[in-house]
């Protein structure tokens, strides 16, 4: 069997985590060995350095200092757990991935494009995707429900602090990147309930690699 890599990608308070739990369990019900995980972190390492950019640590330094330690934290991530995963033919579900770095730090951080682009081939080393689900989102309502998360007095992380327009334009370069690569991406409505947004991408998942998953 075949492993199959998943990643959810979005805005703040979209539902990735909610929708990578749902996920997990429907494609364990069809006899799978599932794999979830996140970035930055899902290692050790790479959970360190994810301590260290929310805590803005890096942010000081700039859009690229900052995609120089996501990348140092996926390359971890992608050595001690993914690829493992999916050479055993698991299927890895991962909330965020290289649409985050692409998006963070490349469209709104104004990380020089081809930089960027050589970074991550060094990065990924053709890791890429089979599928990636955008989950759309008016930002108003992401950070209103990723504010009602936090715990009273939970400081605000690195990015959920930025400001509005920062996560309009964050919304709007995601929908470039599933226009950009729409044999990858899918855009999901994640204003939908959980209920509602697992069935739909339960129904991508089903039509793009279910339907597949030995070739």
């Known amino acids: 069997m075949v492993g199959r890599f998943i990643t959810l990608e979005g805005g703040e308070g979209a539902g990735k985590s909610t929708l990578s739990r749902a996920l997990s369990a429907r494609l364990q019900g069809t006899g799978l060995s599932v794999l979830a995980t996140r970035e930055p972190g899902g290692s050790p390492k790479a959970e360190a350095i994810r301590a260290a950019i929310l ?58 494009p081809g930089l960027l682009s050589e970074l991550e081939r060094i990065t990924l080393d053709g890791a890429v995707p089979d599928l990636t689900l955008i989950l759309d989102l008016d930002p108003q309502i992401g950070l209103a429900r990723a504010a009602s998360r936090r715990s009273p007095g939970e400081a605000v992380d690195r ?57």
Not at 167 to 183: K, M, T, V
């Open 55 to 112: 805590g803005g640590h890096f942010k000081p330094h700039g859009a690229f200092a900052e995609a120089l330690m996501f990348s140092a934290a996926r390359i971890d991530h992608l050595d001690t757990l993914i690829r493992p995963a999916l050479a055993r033919g698991d299927w890895v579900i991962c909330d965020r991935f290289l649409d985050s770095t692409r998006v963070y730090q490349g469209a709104l951080g104004a990380v020089e």
């Open 159 to 215: 990015f959920e602090g930025e400001t509005l327009a920062f996560h309009q334009r964050l919304r709007q370069a995601y929908l470039a990147i599933a226009a950009d690569e729409p044999s990858r991406c899918a855009v999901l409505d994640a204003s939908q309930p959980p209920e509602a947004l697992a069935e739909a991408a339960w129904s991508v998942v089903s039509e793009r690699l279910i339907d597949n998953r030995t070739a």
